[in-house]
Nanobody, 115 residues
Framework: QVEFVESGGGLVQPGGSLRLSCTVSRDISFIIYMGWYRQAPGKQRDLVARISRGGSTNYADSVKGRFTISRDNGKNTVYLEMNSLKTEDTAVYYC?????????WGQGTQVTVSS
């Protein structure tokens, strides 16, 4: 059973920044892609960023140039640096394997962007 523990969310004003962390309960060094997903109220959960085992990254158009995903395989941790936050970034953020996530999810971390 793999567990994901996300943290780092909070309330931030538009234009602000946050850094999310996700610790995984197993060795992720062999996982080809890790991803960050988000789910806004009433919407489906979408993949916003993914990173390969070798460090290659891909981003959804909505966050490109503002978000940066990284991973530390030695710590089994994935990060999401979020800058220039917008109100539409408000959502619960989750990490999981990508692009095919496991059926189990962590509790997520709430990001609220509001003035």
């Amino acid at each position: 059973q793999v567990e994901f523990v996300e943290s780092g969310g909070g309330l931030v004003q538009p234009g602000g920044s946050l850094r999310l962390s996700c610790t995984v309960s197993r060795d992720i060094s062999f996982i080809i892609y890790m991803g960050w997903y988000r789910q806004a109220p009433g919407k489906q959960r979408d993949l916003v960023a993914r990173i390969s085992r070798g460090g290659s990254t891909n981003y959804a158009d909505s966050v490109k140039g503002r978000f940066t995903i990284s991973r530390d395989n030695g710590k089994n941790t994935v990060y999401l640096e979020m800058n220039s936050l917008k109100t539409e970034d408000t959502a619960v953020y989750y990490c999981n394997f990508a692009p095919e996530p496991l059926g189990t999810w962590g509790q997520g971390t709430q990001v609220t962007v509001s003035s």
